[in-house]
């Protein structure tokens, strides 16, 4: 088409030529014109299921609504055809072109009868590393239930054991003699294990003022941090301002290196606690005025054991240590920057605490009560850094779960500390176990739950309970994944 006009003409006063020329363009344009009045829509099946029409021949502009309804044996996956992935069983489509669209529908695998909640299209794919809590085995398994690989151990374990890239094991065992005079969480020897089962190395920590317990972190540099207990005589508590009689056991960490099974590294709880109980000793204070202090008359326990931590977790980011102590409900933050010098100084008191105001006598509100397994995640992209727990619900026999926001930066002044933010948490009436048990964040940002008198729960950001996995006794001590 050709077109034609005298420029002269078009100049009056306000008149853009330019753009008379332009809206004259678009109004000839012969596109308009050809545009399709309808589309066809033709959809299949892959898989055992229906779907409730085959085909459509719309009107352009259309809305329809295809429903795929999974036979027996079966479940629907998703859509194929459209520009995004679709995984509803009604898929409501606004039709401007043509479709070629396939409804893929998958068989429901074989179930063992462990499995008694299963959502394949919710779940995390990982299979689950299972630790028998004190027990002789440990084993992989996947979603179905079934065992993919199984792990079986001459001695019990003392609790933690963690699987590595090339396929060895490190775990805490049980010596068959100690000194101590409670056995619950007790480990004594940290071995590593080869594929096969041979022992590449061990280290015990096990005689009358020092026995190893429930966890350890394996450190960037390949050091091992575990959780001490220290005995103290009750001669020696006296002096420390105890407030009642016998020995008493408190917790210290340990930098292990591996190869040459020296200490290079060490923070005391004993070189940081106060009490209001005894004026002649060089710890007495004011608790509420120091709660970088430890309380060493918060807890009374008949063997000593006043604080029993129960997991530690390295933040190679803020280069710090989180330590859940149970009896104190709470978790400890402890620098790792420090020497083993500074430690013991005013320098390696507590960075920031959290979970229980009541253990150093402050007014906040007390979350905690009872708690295992402190985790920073570390696989789900959407929550990555923040700080995960088990708290067992002593007070009400329900179990939670919680997620945390951490400071950035821990204030300097320990009474401007304040409870971290909450940003998740998740419980059911179902859920609750007094000891053990852990919380662990999967790479799909669902959380897998390790009830310890149960087995297994993985729960999706939104609360669903898509996997449980009863593992019917005895006890479990974590779950892990390994992509």
């Not at 995984?87 to 068989?107: D, G, M, R």
């Not at 620098?335 to 507590?350: M, R, V, W």
Request: hydrophobic share 35%; with cysteine.
């Amino acid at each position: 088409m050709r077109y034609s006009f005298h420029k002269s003409s078009l100049f009056f006063k306000g008149f853009n030529p330019h753009l008379f020329f332009f809206l004259f363009l678009i109004s000839c344009s012969p596109d308009s014109e050809n545009l399709p009045s309808s589309f066809e829509v033709f959809v299949s099946v892959n898989g055992n299921g229906t779907v409730s029409s085959s085909k459509f021949d719309v009107v352009s502009n259309t809305m329809i609504s295809i429903t795929a309804i999974a036979d027996e044996g079966y479940y629907f996956d998703r859509w194929d055809g459209t520009s995004e992935v679709n995984e509803s069983e009604i898929l409501n489509l606004q039709v401007l072109q043509s479709y070629e669209l396939t409804a893929i529908f998958i068989p429901i695998p074989t179930l063992e009868e462990s499995v008694e909640v299963y959502d394949p299209k919710k779940i995390d794919p990982l299979p689950v590393f299972m630790i028998r809590n004190g027990g002789t085995e440990a084993f992989l398994t996947d979603k179905t239930g079934k065992r993919i690989q199984s792990w079986n151990f001459d001695d019990n374990l003392g609790n933690e054991l963690k699987l590595l890239d090339d396929g060895n094991l490190i775990g805490l065992f049980k010596p068959d003699i100690v000194s101590f005079p409670f056995l619950k969480g007790f480990g004594g020897i940290i071995r590593k294990i080869d594929t096969v089962g041979s022992v590449i190395w061990e280290h015990e920590i096990n005689n009358e003022d020092y026995l190893s317990h429930h966890d350890f972190e394996i450190l960037p540099n390949g050091n091992i941090l575990l959780i001490i207990w220290e005995h103290f005589s009750e001669s020696e508590a006296l002096v420390m301002g105890y407030n009642s009689s016998g020995s008493i056991y408190l917790e210290k960490i340990i930098e292990l290196n591996p190869e040459t099974k020296s200490i290079e590294w060490e923070w005391r709880s004993a070189d940081h606690l106060i009490q209001d109980f005894k004026s002649s000793t060089a710890n007495y204070g004011q608790i509420a005025d120091h709660p970088e202090k430890i309380d060493l008359n918060y807890v009374s326990d008949q063997f000593g054991d006043l604080m029993h931590a129960n997991g530690l977790f390295y933040d190679s980011e803020r280069d710090v240590i989180l330590l859940s102590v149970n009896f104190y409900s709470e978790v400890w933050v402890i620098s790792h920057s420090n020497t083993t010098e500074e430690s013991i100084t005013p320098l390696g008191d507590l960075k920031y605490r959290f979970g229980n105001p009541q253990a150093y006598q402050s007014l906040g509100e007390r979350i905690f009560f009872k708690n295992h397994h402190p985790t920073i995640v570390e696989l789900d992209p959407l929550s990555l850094g923040r700080f995960l727990i088990y708290v067992n619900g002593s007070d009400d026999n329900q179990s939670n779960i919680y997620e945390f926001e951490l400071p950035s930066v821990f204030p300097n002044d320990p009474l401007l500390w304040t409870s971290p933010v909450q940003t998740w948490s998740f419980t059911d009436p179902e859920l609750y176990f007094g000891i053990i048990s852990g919380a662990y964040r999967l790479p799909n940002g669902n959380t897998l739950i390790c009830e310890g008198d149960y087995g297994y729960w993985e729960v999706t950001r939104e609360g669903e309970v898509v996997w449980k996995y009863n593992g019917g006794g005895p006890y479990f001590w974590r779950g892990y994944v390994y992509p």
